[in-house]
């Protein structure tokens, strides 16, 4: 029996039939990622798409919505207190609840990207910034760097402008409490970590007072990679790494009224393999567990008036000669914060937070050197 050649027109025809099929089969079989929730507990203008977090995990159990409180990791019956009925909308405006269909594995991540570069400055360390910046544009000169500007002068924004691969943000103070203003709270750093970490995957944090040695940071990208080895234990890194260590605990400079929104083990806090690690210099991913678990509660943290900077607080430290177990008396704000998060998430244990690396950076506060200034275009 001879063949039928069926023309090319009637093959193309059948082919696009049979897309539009299996289009129409799948949108009417599966539930689209848009729909929301409607349970009983969710008031009118505080659903979630299926894109957000539980709302189990978020929810003050005394209060209930839009209250948020934070329950520690491992014994979620301890919870916090409050951090208020607006620090929801400032987290939901940020992206923070809609990153799930986004989250990235860093050993993925690492093989086509690299992280972008993030610092800020106002006109005070502007100069101490240049420093910073030039450094990365040596060893790095092909990758972006994001510059948040906390209140430069018009001069110093039009120069930052003309450098090479640097992109200038004005940090919108406007759109935050008063009391974000207070550049030395640092509440502005978890903000511009958080919105950064949703548009680019991963990133570099440098304060001004810190330099790049080397463009080989492949040492510290392996810690992160499935397999890797520490104390021969098969354990990467956690997605937020930290790098110079400050020599005393996360206790010893943490005010008290930060524990009443993040309650804590205070005898695994008092512990020698809890200590604080420097916030000027950080590498993080997007990853669930870092947005989650970490992020979130940073950025809550610091949009509450008495979380992140207690009325009391001081950067003033008298330390003892047990520098882990005794109070000194003073706060690091974002720093102490940070540092208390990944320690609940992390059971305490700094070397899932730190690299162990201190060769590849400087960290000289204070920067100048107007005889090397950054490459313009």
């Given at each position: 029996?001879?063949?039928?050649?069926?023309?090319?027109?009637?093959?193309?025809?059948?082919?696009?039939?049979?897309?539009?099929?299996?289009?129409?089969?799948?949108?009417?079989?599966?539930?689209?990622?848009?729909?929301?929730?409607?349970?009983?507990?969710?008031?009118?203008?505080?659903?979630?798409?299926?894109?957000?977090?539980?709302?189990?995990?978020?929810?003050?159990?005394?209060?209930?919505?839009?209250?948020?409180?934070?329950?520690?990791?491992?014994?979620?019956?301890?919870?916090?207190?409050?951090?208020?009925?607006?620090?929801?909308?400032?987290?939901?405006?940020?992206?923070?609840?809609?990153?799930?269909?986004?989250?990235?594995?860093?050993?993925?991540?690492?093989?086509?990207?690299?992280?972008?570069?993030?610092?800020?400055?106002?006109?005070?360390?502007?100069?101490?910034?240049?420093?910073?910046?030039?450094?990365?544009?040596?060893?790095?000169?092909?990758?972006?760097?994001?510059?948040?500007?906390?209140?430069?002068?018009?001069?110093?924004?039009?120069?930052?402008?003309?450098?090479?691969?640097?992109?200038?943000?004005?940090?919108?103070?406007?759109?935050?409490?008063?009391?974000?203003?207070?550049?030395?709270?640092?509440?502005?750093?978890?903000?511009?970590?958080?919105?950064?970490?949703?548009?680019?995957?991963?990133l570099w944090y440098l304060d001004s007072s810190v330099s790049f040695l080397t463009r080989n940071l492949s040492f510290v990208y392996h810690l992160l990679l499935p397999g890797s080895r520490?104390?021969?234990?098969?354990?990467?890194?956690?997605?937020?790494?930290?790098?110079?260590?400050?020599?005393?605990?996360?206790?010893?400079?943490?005010?008290?009224?930060?524990?009443?929104?993040?309650?804590?083990?205070?005898?695994?806090?008092?512990?020698?393999?809890?200590?604080?690690?420097?916030?000027?210099?950080?590498?993080?991913?997007?990853?669930?567990?870092?947005?989650?678990?970490?992020?979130?509660?940073?950025?809550?943290?610091?949009?509450?008036?008495?979380?992140?900077?207690?009325?009391?607080?001081?950067?003033?430290?008298?330390?003892?000669?047990?520098?882990?177990?005794?109070?000194?008396?003073?706060?690091?704000?974002?720093?102490?914060?940070?540092?208390?998060?990944?320690?609940?998430?992390?059971?305490?244990?700094?070397?899932?937070?730190?690299?162990?690396?201190?060769?590849?950076?400087?960290?000289?506060?204070?920067?100048?050197?107007?005889?090397?200034?950054?490459?313009?275009?």
């Amino acid at each position: 029996m001879p063949e039928i050649e069926v023309p090319l027109v009637f093959r193309i025809l059948f082919l696009h039939l049979l897309c539009f099929s299996v289009y129409v089969f799948r949108l009417i079989l599966q539930p689209q990622l848009v729909l929301l929730y409607h349970s009983p507990e969710a008031p009118v203008g505080q659903q979630f798409t299926k894109r957000s977090l539980a709302p189990s995990s978020l929810w003050c159990s005394a209060v209930g919505k839009p209250h948020i409180c934070y329950h520690l990791p491992g014994n979620e019956s301890v919870e916090g207190s409050s951090f208020g009925v607006n620090v929801l909308n400032y987290l939901k405006t940020l992206g923070l609840f809609d990153q799930k269909d986004r989250y990235i594995v860093p050993s993925s991540f690492l093989r086509d990207h690299s992280p972008v570069f993030l610092t800020a400055a106002n006109s005070v360390y502007y100069r101490p910034s240049l420093m910073a910046i030039r450094s990365l544009q040596e060893h790095f000169p092909f990758q972006k760097i994001i510059f948040y500007d906390l209140g430069l002068t018009k001069v110093q924004a039009s120069h930052i402008d003309r450098l090479c691969n640097v992109e200038r943000i004005v940090f919108p103070f406007w759109e935050y409490p008063n009391y974000v203003h207070n550049l030395k709270e640092y509440r502005w750093k978890p903000i511009i970590i958080a919105k950064t970490l949703i548009d680019h995957g991963a990133l570099w944090y440098l304060d001004s007072s810190v330099s790049f040695l080397t463009r080989n940071l492949s040492f510290v990208y392996h810690l992160l990679l499935p397999g890797s080895r520490q104390n021969n234990k098969v354990r990467p890194k956690f997605s937020i790494v930290l790098h110079a260590s400050t020599g005393h605990g996360i206790y010893s400079a943490t005010s008290p009224e930060v524990y009443k929104y993040i309650p804590t083990n205070f005898e695994k806090l008092k512990s020698m393999s809890a200590m604080m690690y420097q916030a000027g210099l950080l590498l993080a991913f997007r990853t669930k567990q870092a947005l989650e678990d970490i992020i979130l509660w940073y950025v809550a943290c610091a949009l509450n008036k008495d979380c992140m900077g207690p009325e009391d607080a001081s950067s003033f430290c008298q330390f003892r000669d047990k520098e882990h177990l005794v109070y000194a008396g003073c706060h690091r704000y974002d720093q102490s914060v940070l540092n208390l998060l990944l320690a609940n998430r992390l059971n305490y244990d700094q070397e899932q937070w730190s690299s162990g690396f201190n060769s590849f950076y400087r960290i000289e506060r204070h920067q100048v050197n107007d005889t090397h200034p950054p490459f313009e275009c």
